[in-house]
Structures are given as C-alpha cells and as structure tokens.
C-alpha cells in the first residue's frame, strides 16, 4: 500500500535534547510538508520541500530543522531552541502544488517533555 | 486519549441523522477547498474538494457546498453513521505551498 509512515508514534524529550521525527513516503510524491497541530488551533506550517535537497520555512520554522536528501525521507529535528515542542507533528505529500490536488497525511507524532 | 481537537465546536447528531458542518473561510482569494476527517490519534484523510468555479461538489454520502459571497463552506453527510464521529476541518488554498487549515468541529453521532 502507498501511504505515508511516521515515526515514532510518541517521543518524549529531555530539556536541551534535540529529537528527530521520521517521516517515509512511497506515493512518489516531490513535495513534502511538516505541520504541528495543537489543541483548538488549525494545522500550522513548520517546513515544506517542493524538490529533493531544497526546503521552505513555513509560518513556525524557528526552533526546527529539516533536511531532504532522498525524495521519500523528510526527516523533522526539534531542537533545544523550541522551548514549547509538546504537539503532535504531522507530516504530508503531494505530487505537486498543493493548490492542485490535496496533501496526504501520515498518522502523526506526538511530542511531550519530560 | 488524544489532546487534539480539545476546545472545538461540537456538533452531536442521531445516527442515521443528516450533518451539516460549516466553515468560514478567510481569504477571499482562495481558488481550492478541501474537506478532512481526522480520528482520535490519526494523521487526518481526505474526504471531498472543490474548486471556486463550482458551487456544489458531491461523492458518496458528503456534499461540499461552496458560497464565495461569504466566504462559506460546508460539508453535509447525509444519513451518519458511527464511524463519522471524527474531527472535521476545511482547508483553503490560494495558490503556491501554503495551506490555511481551519481548527475543525467535532462530530459526535449517537446510536
């Protein structure tokens, strides 16, 4: 089946620890999203990446980093300069833009401190 | 259980009932609309979209129904079922990358 898999499902962090989520696709898809999702608020961008090795902050970038070196793998790293990471990150593809067809989601991570 | 959809707008139906959720949307020059459901835990799954053009989409049991004077969209899920119970949230599209996602409603159907 073609879908989007993250992991892990749940992650905790330590304070000053540094933490990197996995997000894998098999859709063939050349874009790739992260978003954090909190309660009561809609999705908000954290990065996004139209094309192998090139990548966008979104609205919330500050206190996160990505990399894109394989079209499948866009790996999300919360580092220690975001001081409130408790959320749940989702991660999304699309084989284009998404104002042409909609973004597909994996199951999502959820992130908690210690 | 999952924090994620805490604090929305609730929507409680009878099983077998009609639903009729509704969202306004912000940007006037939004051209693509996109309906999601997303269940306790999960990442959320696309049920219907819409394109400015059109004012009413439908597939199989939901209904979008687009009004650009006022910037309005709404999902209508006619005879719900159990499984329905879910977070509901539109999204909006202008054109390039970004995504404007509403915070959702909660859709609770009682047997």
């Known amino acids: 089946d073609g879908g989007i898999t993250q992991s892990p499902k749940y992650l905790f962090r330590k304070e000053g620890q540094n933490v990197t989520l996995s997000c894998e696709q098999n859709l063939n898809h050349d874009a790739m999203y992260w978003y954090r999702q909190d309660p009561g608020q809609g999705l908000r961008l954290i990065y996004y990446?139209?094309?192998?090795?090139?990548?966008q902050k979104g609205d919330i970038a500050e206190g996160y980093s990505v990399s894109r070196e394989k079209k499948e793998s866009f790996p999300l790293t919360v580092t220690s300069a975001q001081k409130n990471p408790t959320a749940f990150y989702l991660c999304?593809?699309?084989?284009?833009?998404?104002?042409?067809?909609?973004?597909?989601f994996g199951d999502g991570t959820r992130l908690s401190i210690l | 259980g999952e924090s994620v959809g805490l604090h929305l707008p609730t929507l409680s139906v009878q099983e077998g009932d009609n639903s009729i959720i509704n969202c306004a949307y912000s940007?006037?020059?939004?051209?693509?609309f996109i309906w999601y459901k997303q269940e306790s835990g999960k990442g959320p799954q696309f049920i219907i979209d819409?394109?400015?053009?059109?004012d009413k989409r439908q597939g199989q049991r939901v209904t979008v129904l687009l009004n650009k004077t006022v910037k309005h969209l709404s999902l209508q899920i006619a005879a719900t079922q159990p499984g329905d119970s879910a977070v509901y949230f539109c999204a909006e599209i202008a054109g390039g990358f970004k995504t404007i996602f509403g915070a959702g409603t909660r859709l609770f159907v009682k047997a």
């Open positions: 819409i394109r400015s053009n059109m």
């Open positions: 990446s139209q094309i192998v090795n090139d990548f």
């Open positions: 999304a593809s699309s084989m284009g833009s998404p104002s042409n067809q909609p973004q597909h």
């Open positions: 940007n006037s020059a939004s051209d693509y």
